[in-house]
């Protein structure tokens, strides 16, 4: 998630530091299979694809901004990806929700649907599933907006939309749709008996001062932040790790 620091400095590589060395007798290692500007549909056939055959045994989800995408980012982006800077350009000037011809509240059904394929693969590769809430700049309360309410967030959407002395911001529109994206794909997630971990109660216990310095952006944490990251997604999965280890042998040992 970070623009400006190396691999190392990335909160995915920091991870290993606050995981437990091995579970129940198992050494711990983790894999990063991230890819920039990928949304639920190709995270998707990525699973299916390239992890699958890895055979892992969990897989950690991680998204909500790139469902702003429009459909045809997904060949542009593996035309371009690792092979021109014009990848960024086209992502920020065509991508991520231009004025002229977005809609003001990103649809969610395709993704929800993206989603679920994410966790079949993940399963039919004997995989555990786990989605961990995606953090960024903008705070709980927005504009008298509760980010955490979704009926709040589409009503203050709709309110937009329907204001003709509105100048398009970017910076406003991007945020709550992935805050709306956060809370519906948690919905998503247990609905489908997947764990949520959630991370939005440390984000929003940050001081305003802490938690705008720990990203370079709206949604990129910076080598701060990437170490705020690091510490709490790995503090949150020791605790899902040791719950499930504990529940395996609650169920062995009756």
Known sequence: EDMLSGDVEMWTALLKFHLPAAIDGRSVRLVNAGRKAFNATRIAQLIYQEIAPFEPDVIVYYEAWNEQYTPASPWVGSLLYGRSMLVTYFVEKFILLPAERASFTVPQDYSEQAFKKAIGSARAAGADFAYVTQASQIPRFYSETDTMDGGAIERRLDALARDPHYRWNAYEISALNQRLTVLNTMTWARHEGAPVINIMPELFALTAQAHQSYFDDLGHTNCTGNQW?????????????????AETQTASNP
């Open 229 to 245: 990251l690091a510490r709490t997604v790995g503090a949150n999965l020791a605790r899902y790790f040791s719950h499930k280890n």
